[in-house]
């Protein structure tokens, strides 16, 4: 699969995909109501457990992670319940945007861009009302924020009927995430981040508490439906039509992950993290994100040497890596670096080189 004009991504989504893990989808086309499509959703499903740490379920549904924003608000609130959402970033603002729109009552704990949540303002805000859930990204990708979800939840569990939603879309299998001992009600991800897939398919590990939830929401929907979901998965199956050649690939990138083990992967990124952070501050750059809560898939470095990233951008494509320039309305006065999904140490140093050529050092 070589192509002299491919440029190496460096963007937080979609990442690099290896060859081979591009050529799992090269299989053979199978029903999907198949007993071989049934193996492979067996398979999957004991793998995909594996990684979410969970003995429950994970669901696998043809989507982008907004489709599992969308499924986690409408099984989880419900009717005359509010949920709150803390929003510090360009996604977490989305997903409570989301919630809205499907005519949810929300409350928000908001903080600047860049800055994280501390557990404290969650307990603050359970102690002035009552919700059906708190909606937490774990990693904003738009500042390079981690937020500290295994103290949130602990100050959620008190609250019985209190539900914990996670968007782990950019930090799954990136960093330490334990959904079961650590009271995730739902961790939701997508492929194109550090599960270093290709984009259009997305997982969620699903606690016992969301369906017993889920039974009590009347307009659940009809494509998001985890009662529907459910049943479907007892005969390892889908409700509906599923990207067949993703679930192959992901089967594949599975065996690979498991194989270098969580705890490595989860350290690997680490690594990779603090290599970026030193290159930044070394050269004069700042860190947006709030020390302490940095992200060890996605570092915003603070442009405080107003470099040009259009022109960082240009030259790095010329050097064969596609490079991302800042989001929304960060742009330009920060840049990311995205050092996750199959990226190893020796490519990140590669790519901090190129940097370093372009600053003339």
Known sequence: MGNDNHKRLVLPGPVEV???????????????????????????????KQAFLTNGRVYVVGASGTGLWEAASRNCIRDGKKALHLVGGAFSDRW?????????????????????????????????????????VHNETSTGVLNPIHEIAQVVRPYEETLVLVDTVSSFLGAELRPDEWG??????????????????????????????????????????????????????????????????????????????????????MDMRDMTHTWALDRGFGLYAQDGYRSPTVTAVLNTRDMDVDQMAKFMNDKGF?????????????????H???????TLEAILGGLDEFLGM
């Not at 060859?19 to 995909?48: C, N, V, Y």
């Open 18 to 48: 290896r060859p081979e893990i591009l050529d799992a989808q090269t299989e053979w086309m199978i029903g999907h109501r198949s007993t071989a499509f049934g193996a492979l959703f067996a398979r999957l499903q004991e793998k995909l």
């Open 340 to 346: 996750m999904g199959d990226m190893q140490p020796n």
């Open 96 to 136: 409570a945007k989301v919630s809205k729109a499907n005519g949810k009552e929300i409350d928000v704990v908001a903080v600047d861009w860049g800055r994280g949540h501390a557990p404290e303002m969650v307990e603050e805000a359970l102690k002035k009302d009552t919700y059906d859930a708190v909606c937490v």
């Open 184 to 269: 995730i009600d739902i961790a939701l991800t997508s492929s194109q981040k550090a599960f270093a897939l290709p984009p259009g398919i997305a997982f969620a590990s699903v606690s016992d508490r969301v369906l017993k939830r889920a039974q009590q929401v009347t307009n659940r929907g009809y494509y998001f439906d985890f009662i529907q979901m459910e049943e479907s998965l007892k005969k390892n199956h889908t409700p509906s039509t599923p990207p067949i050649p993703l679930m192959f690939a992901a089967d594949r990138q599975m065996d690979d992950i498991l194989a270098e083990g969580l705890g490595r992967r989860w350290q690997r990124h």
């Open 322 to 338: 596609s490079m991302d320039k800042g989001y929304g309305s960060i742009k330009g006065k920060t840049f990311r670096i995205a």
